[in-house]
Every structure is written in C-alpha cells, then in structure tokens.
C-alpha cells in the first residue's frame, strides 16, 4: 500500500543528485530524499480546485458526505490548504465583468454555492486553510466576497489570496506546529476585470501585480520556516504548461518559496523543479463535478517539514466522481493509470518513474 508515496518522495524531494541548497538570500531549506523526521514533523496536504456547487448539476447529497473518502487522509496532515472555486453567497447580483455572451455559451462560468453549510463541512472535514485567489471568487462582487468571508471565518478557517482590502489579500497565513511555522499564500494570475482588491475594496491577490506578490512572498519567508504558494495559473483545459507560468515559478521561488502548487487548468500537469524546489504545475480539480475524464484525476501531495529545515513530499492518487466526490484510488488500477499520466506529463521536466520510483535526472 502507497507504493507510489515512495515514488514521489524519491522525486520531489532532494534526489540523489540534488545538493543542498538556498532559496535565495538569508532562505536555507533543503530537500531530503526520505522522511527524516517522523514525530517532530508539521504535515500538510495541498489539493486542486474545489466546487461544492456547479450551475449544471444538481449539489452532491449529503454535504457532510462530500469529503468521506479523503477524510481520514485529511485528519493525517496537521494542516488542509485547498482552493475553493466560488463564493458562498445567497446574493444574486452577478459581476459586470464576465462576457455575457461567453457565459450563454459556456465558455466562462459565473459560480457559486447557495448552501451555507459548506464551510461547516470542510471544518469537520479537517480543512484548516482555504484560497481565495481565483477567477470565479468576486463572481457575486464584493457582496459574495463578503459572505464567503464571514462564514469562513465563522468556523474558524483561515483565509489566504482574497480578504476586505488589498492588505488583507496580500497577507499571508502562518502556523506553528511543534516549532515548525509554516506561511501559506496565494494568487492568480487569471483575473477578470474588477477582482482584484484595492485598499479601499474587497478582492483578491492578483499576480499581475508582479511587484507586490514577490514583496509578499518575501515577507511570508521571512515570517516562516517554510513558505507554500498556492498559483492560480495557466492555460483552460490544457496540460501544457505555459511560458508564463514557468517564468513566474522562477521568481516566486528566487523570493523565498519553497514549493508551488498550482491550479486553473483543470488538467494536472508536470512537475518541475527549480533551485531543486518542486512546482507542481497544476494539480487539476479535486473535488468537482464534471465529465472529461482529464478532470477528474488528480494527485494529492502531502509535505512533511522538520525542524533541521528539510522536507520531503508524498502523494496518493485521486479519482473524482461525476458527481465532484473525491475518492482515493492508491491501490486501484485507477491509480496505477492516474500516476502514469502524471509521469508521462513530468518526463519532459527530466522527471520519470524507474523501478516503481520517480526520479529527477537533472542535478
């Protein structure tokens, strides 16, 4: 069981042929190629896109029951950092800024959940954080924006990549476990007119400003041992990485990052590495209901921090349902197809499994 979590910590982490290393100035994180920490480490879980309610299907029933298969996967990691894909609001004033024509045909989407239950159930479902930092979450204006906000915050969930102004937006979430601090941050770069936060109105972080988000990620490092940026990021419906995003990696990691999870594409993508820090282009959905079988497969890595400053990741493969339900799938021939498909993506990045391993042959 979780033959391929070895695989992924033989490649995401370290490597034989990759040397220590400094993320940049006054930054000394290092990848190791096991878990060299087992009780002191602080654990955290990144997931794809989560929509709990789409306009074209009726919302998964029983709510509670919507993370029951990745639950005790969940209740493993000290910290659940996932990307939430729409507001929660009962407001019906939809955004100025999305093509009415586009929308008619289904090639932009307005969302939301009307179900104010939800983040009641990522709490119970072991979600600590939630992002904001996409293009659907101002899809209601700043009313929707408020809304999601509040009852977030009502359960005790943090927030990262939107808030009330630009300050709020930009600041990032840091948590200690064990003496190990952890920032979490995120941004988008696919942002409709009008989304962004300014200082006097609610929003989210944008990538566009490419000052600001490097100064904020600056300062999450500088707050923390290590530092996650969550990226909204990349081209629809593709599992081609773009120039773009490869040249925004570069930067967020020269700033201090430690590793990249993205998303948006709602394909998975290849991993690569940067100054031997993993990107994880795009993990696709998560939970999310849908029909191409490209979007409903994804990876679900794990991080494992420890106090001498290294870490290592692991990962199990994810099948999601028509009806947006994710369900581990590590033992299951599903699996084996979802992790070949990740493997085939990441060749190009010099990444490939060998002998049941991933490894990265480029030092």
């Known amino acids: 069981m979780y033959l391929q979590i070895a695989a992924f910590v033989s490649l995401l982490i370290g490597l034989a042929v990759c040397p220590a290393w400094s993320a940049g100035p006054g930054f000394n994180v290092r990848f190791s190629t096991e878990i060299v920490c087992s009780t002191d480490s602080v654990s955290l879980i990144v997931t794809g896109d989560v929509l709990p309610e789409s306009s074209w299907r009726a919302p998964f029933s029983p709510p509670e029951d ?15 950092y996932i990307n939430l894909e729409e507001p929660i609001t009962g407001s019906t004033l939809t955004t100025r800024h999305k093509t009415v024509k586009n929308v008619r045909a289904g090639k932009d989407f307005i969302l939301r959940a009307k179900n104010s239950v939800w983040p009641q159930v990522f709490r119970e479902s072991g979600v600590h954080v939630v992002n904001l930092a ?16 509040k009852l977030l915050s009502e359960q005790g969930i943090k927030i990262t990549g939107g808030g009330k102004n630009l300050s709020d937006a930009l600041k990032p979430v840091i948590l200690e476990k064990r003496g190990i601090s952890v ?4 941004f988008t770069d696919v942002q409709p007119a009008g989304f962004a936060a300014t200082s006097g109105s609610p929003g989210i972080a944008t990538a566009k400003d490419e000052f600001r988000m490097i100064e904020a990620i600056k300062s ?47 394909f998975m993508q290849g991993i690569a590495f940067y100054k031997g820090s993993p990107v994880f282009y795009s993990l696709g959905n998560f939970a999310f209901p849908t029909k191409r079988p490209e979007t409903r497969q994804t990876i679900l890595p794990k991080f494992h921090f420890c106090p001498d400053g290294t870490f290592s990741v692991t990962a199990v493969p994810v099948a999601i349902s028509l009806e947006g339900q994710p369900r581990i799938v590590d033992d299951e021939p599903e699996g084996i197809s979802i992790l070949a498909l990740q493997n085939k993506l990441s060749k190009k990045f010099g990444t490939a499994i060998l ?5 990265h042959d480029q030092p």
Do not use: C
């Not at 659907?136 to 408020?146: E, F, N, P, Q, S």
């Not at 909204?232 to 201090?256: D, K």
């Not at 002998?355 to 490894?359: E, P, Q, S, T």
């Open 66 to 80: 919507f993370f029951q298969h990745v639950e005790e996967e969940f209740r493993s990691a000290d910290i659940v």
């Open 134 to 149: 996409n293009n659907h979450t101002m899809d209601y204006r700043a009313k929707g924006m408020l809304d999601t906000l």
């Open 183 to 186: 920032a979490l941050i995120g």
């Open 220 to 266: 999450a490092s500088r707050q923390s041992d290590f530092t996650v940026v969550m990226m909204h990021w990349g081209e629809h419906a593709s599992s081609t990485v773009t120039a773009r995003q490869t040249m925004l990696s570069r930067r967020i990691i020269y700033a201090g990052a430690s590793a990249i999870v993205g998303m948006h594409p709602h």
């Open 355 to 359: 002998n049941g391993k991933l490894v």
